[in-house]
Every structure is written in C-alpha cells, then in structure tokens.
C-alpha cells in the first residue's frame, strides 16, 4: 500500500509539473539574427481571455510597435503564433520545464532560428515606448509638391511597383500616366478614355517634396498628384458617364471578418508578399472605399464599386493563387515556390479569409475623357 500511495503522489507530481510547463503566459524574448546581421531582439507578451490565449508581438530594435497576434495555439508542446497582416509567425518546441521555446520565425519565405526563454521580472527586457505618430498636414492645407523629380523607368515590370510616403518625401517607382490618373481620381485604368497609346507603356519614377509640413491625408495627397498631372503632364480632361462592366463589392452571406486596424494613422496600406503556395496582400489601416480603389487600380481589369456599407478603418489579409483573373495574369512579384501549401483563387479568398463578396456586374459608372496630355516636362 506504501508503494502505491508513493506511486500516485509522484504520479500527481509530475502530473502538475506538466500542467504548469503548459501555462506560457506571461513574457517571452529572444534574439533573432536575419540575413542583415542586425540582431532583432523580439518579445512575445501571452495572456489568457476566457481560456483563449492571445499574443502581442515587439520588435524592441525597431520602434517596439505592438502587434496583436491574429492566431495562437499551444498543442501537446507544439506552440504556434502568427499575425497575418505583418507577415509574421512562429513555431517552437515547449521545453519540458515550460521555461524555452526552440523554434523558426518566418517572416517571408525563409525560417530563421528563434529560440525563446519566459522571463523574470529580473530579467525581462524594457520595451521602449512607441514612436510619437507622425506630425499632420493641417487639415485646411490645399498642398502642391514644391519640388517634384521625374524620372524615365526602362525596368520592363509593366506593374507600379509602389506609391509611399515617408516622413516629408513621396515617391512611387514604374508608374504609368494611367496609375497616375487612376489613384488621383479614384478610378480604374478602363475608365479613362480618349487616352494616348503610350498612357500605360511609357511607365516613370518619381520623387516629390511637398511645400506644407505634416504628413498628408489621402485626400490631400491626390490633391498634389492632380496638381502634378496638370502641371508637368499638362492634363486637360472632362468628367462623363458611362455603362461597363464592373466589380460591385458587399458583405458576405456570413458577415464580415474585419479586425479593427491597430495602426492608425492619417493614411492607408497597401502590400504584395510571397506566401506558402501564393501570394499575400496586407491591408493596413484601411477604410472599403480605399480596399475598393486599391483593387480597382492594383488587382482587378475593371471598376469596383463598395456597396459594404461597412465604416472604419480596418486591418486583414488576403492570401490567395494568383491566376489570369488578377493583375491582368502577370503577378508584380512570383509567387512562392512552396506549391504544396493549396491557396483559394483570390475570389474565393476574399470571401472566406474577409467575409466580402466581388460580383460582375454592368452599371452607370464615371469616366475621366482625356482632352489634352503632354509627356512629362524634363527636371
């Protein structure tokens, strides 16, 4: 009976000890060294809700910006975390004493070794206060670029490559009249007529400064891209209407998946990734009517029209197999090589991963006529 009873208090020891090693809550950090060679130091933060873990990711070398983990799991030892809208996840081992974690980070295509140790009060890393959010534009401000470089761009990539503003400085590489148009408007390519040929052949990068201080609004930035277009391209058009074929965008038969965004800010964003099987477009900070016109400009051979009645800023991703159905069947970036992963066409995607729905249909939308244009004028 002695035997017995010792057998069960050592068998409800190492029970407990079990349990407790399964209880990761709390602070977790450790050193990721990427292929810069800067060592990233990373803390994930683990907490309980109704029994549901959830995480939040810092990067302490690069601002600390918290980031909320979109899944966390813990399974036998398996411990698994990801944030679909920055691309990141891990996955690790559990040790036996629940105090580290052996495991990858990806961030891309490529794992990169991240082992992790719970820490202490003694020794758990100070996580620096975020960066202040950047001084605005003054909302009342009609701004022009004060000094704007065009540059001709004979890559061959016949996709705008990008469109950014940073601190006081715009920029956008490969892009063509018609992107320009496109995004100062909010329309798509096929509703610009009487267009020149050369309007999406001749494709040019640019540089601008703005003459107000303060990031601009989206408003206020296509403001200063319309004055460009008048000034160096000499735009001269007229607004009509016409019926074509368009994609019409509203909620799904089973609602809408959206997460409110945690990066506010005066201006949305907009990103393409390789993912396992296919691509990833990050949407960050982003209302329906600017999700719309991203695909309208980026995505889609044809209008699209936000019938969501959804307000707010949001932040999702969309992970998908391109096909001929988008980017007119000529990805801006090759998909991953990792084919065993089966990704949704991008229709079924935006459905199941957003809770949104794309239908073609035919409707009265607005068109810009072209009645006068110029190429650029030199530096």
């Not at 082992?115 to 701004?143: C, F, G, Q, R, Y």
């Not at 503003?165 to 148009?181: A, H, V």
């Not at 008048?230 to 001269?236: I, N, T, W």
Request: hydrophobic share 40%; charged share 20%.
């Amino acid at each position: 009976m002695k035997k017995l009873i010792l057998a069960m208090v050592a068998f409800v020891t190492l029970l407990g000890g079990s349990l407790r090693a399964q209880d990761i809550t709390g602070a977790w950090q450790g050193t990721l060294t990427p292929a810069s060679g800067k060592e990233l130091r990373i803390v994930l933060k683990i907490s309980k809700d109704d029994g549901k873990l959830q995480a939040t990711m810092y990067s302490i070398d690069q601002g600390a910006r918290p980031f909320k983990a979109s899944t966390v799991s813990l399974a036998d030892s398996t411990f698994k975390c990801s944030s679909d809208v920055i691309g990141i996840s891990y996955e690790g081992k559990l040790s036996a004493d629940g105090k580290s974690i052996t495991g990858n980070w990806t961030q891309g295509s490529t794992p990169q070794p991240l082992n992790l140790v719970h820490a202490t009060k003694e020794t758990a890393w100070e996580i620096p206060a975020p960066p202040s959010p950047p001084k605005l534009m003054a909302a009342d401000a009609n701004p022009s670029f004060e000094v704007a470089t065009i540059k001709p761009n004979a890559s061959g990539a016949t996709n705008m490559q990008g469109l950014n503003f940073n601190g006081r400085n715009f920029t956008t590489r490969n892009s063509s009249l018609g992107d320009l148009i496109a995004f100062a408007y909010d329309v798509q390519i096929k509703q610009i007529v009487n267009a020149p040929d050369w309007m999406d052949k001749d494709r040019y990068d640019i540089s601008a400064v703005p003459d107000q201080q303060g990031m601009p609004n989206p408003q206020q930035l296509k403001i200063m891209i319309q004055k460009l277009l008048a000034d160096r391209f000499q735009l001269k058009f007229h607004h009509d209407k016409k019926e074509m074929s368009a994609f019409v965008l509203t909620v799904g038969k089973d609602g809408q998946k959206l997460k409110p965004t945690q990066l506010p800010g005066p201006a949305p964003g907009f990103g393409l990734r390789p993912a396992p099987g296919g691509l990833t477009i990050p949407v960050i900070n982003t209302t329906m009517p600017e999700f719309a016109n991203f695909l309208q400009i980026l995505v889609l051979d044809r209008p699209v029209v936000d019938q969501t009645g959804i307000t707010g800023n949001f932040d999702f991703a969309l992970t998908f197999a391109p096909d001929d159905s988008v980017f007119n069947g000529r990805p801006p970036i090759p998909k991953s090589p990792d084919d065993t992963t089966a990704q949704p066409p991008f229709f079924e995607a935006i459905q199941e991963q957003a809770g949104l729905k794309l239908e073609a249909k035919k409707t009265l939308v607005d068109v810009i006529s072209i009645d006068h244009v110029e190429k650029p004028s030199a530096n």
